[in-house]
């Protein structure tokens, strides 16, 4: 057990205590606000301003409007594919397999560059073809901004969530289905009255690791900016508003009481989240 608690205590303890130790102070400018700044102890002060911070809680609620619309779109394609695959020969499903999961394996700074140039107004082929035909392509502004994200996550993560969803209809023993197509059972009717409730687990799992990947969104957001900065502010989800307080603005223990904030809160809707699903499906 020892290498182990040694890497839990160095790359996870560690960090969150000095994350908490910083989040008990602020910086202080001496004189009239000229004079050099030096760090004191605050207490709970930064918790509680982050509690009245309307920029902090506006992006974590356009983060969660958002992820509750874009999960449920990727999850649904991925059960979708899911369901066709496993009634594909094993061959074939293999490598259809492989050929989804590609998107996930690509590390998410590559897969946010190569949709950056799809959607670079100035760049991108679609939009060449679009002016060809007469009619103008924009991904962002308004509504287009969150089509175009949800777009590029849901390309990243059909594949992954494909791959779980599909390992769990393949342990599913295949009695049932042919009891049920001696019963005179269509392929979807076996897949909506079969299928489906005897992988509500994953899907509950799935659907849990989505909504932590959207509270902790910003990769894809903080590349897409630099195309519409426009459309994507500084603060438009959380984890944008902690690296541009602790990075741009310097402010290195509003960012860390931010950042255990965010935590805490992704593991309370995570927790409610699996409970609720649970005794939903149950």
Not at 29 to 34: P, V
Not at 128 to 151: A, Q
Not at 219 to 232: D, G, K
Request: without cysteine; aromatic residues 14%.
């Amino acid at each position: 057990m020892l290498p182990f608690l040694a890497g839990f205590l160095l790359t996870y303890v560690v960090p969150i205590g000095y994350a908490f130790s910083q989040s008990l102070h602020e910086k202080k400018s001496s004189g009239i606000g000229f004079g050099p700044t030096r760090v004191v102890y605050a207490g709970f002060a930064n918790f509680s301003a982050i509690l009245s911070d309307g920029t902090f809680w506006t992006g974590m609620l356009r983060t969660l409007l958002f992820g509750a619309a874009q999960i449920a779109v990727m999850l649904g394609i991925s059960l979708l594919l899911a369901l066709l695959l496993d009634g594909v020969a094993a061959r074939a499903v293999r490598f259809f397999r492989a050929g989804l999961l590609i998107p996930y394996v690509i590390p998410g700074v590559v897969s946010t560059l190569i949709w950056l140039f799809l959607y670079s107004p100035t760049a991108s082929p679609i939009v060449d073809i679009g002016d060809k035909v007469g009619t103008t392509v924009t991904f962002f502004g308004g509504l287009n901004t969150y089509l175009s994200l949800g777009n590029l996550l849901t390309w990243q993560g059909i594949g992954f969530n494909m791959i779980l969803i599909s390992a769990s209809l393949q342990a599913l023993p295949r009695e049932l289905y042919e009891a049920a197509r001696l019963d005179g059972a269509k392929e979807w009717r076996i897949a909506w009255s079969i299928k489906v409730p005897n992988i509500t687990g994953i899907l509950v799992l799935t659907g849990m690791f989505s909504l932590i990947g959207r509270l902790q969104l910003f990769t894809e957001p903080l590349f897409l900016r630099y195309v519409a900065p426009e459309s994507i502010s500084t603060d438009f989800t959380p984890m944008l508003e902690i690296f541009d307080r602790a990075f741009k603005t310097g402010d290195y223990q509003y960012a860390a009481a931010e950042s255990l904030v965010l935590a805490a809160v992704t593991g309370i809707l995570a927790f409610v989240f699996y409970r609720v699903t649970n005794r939903k499906m149950s």
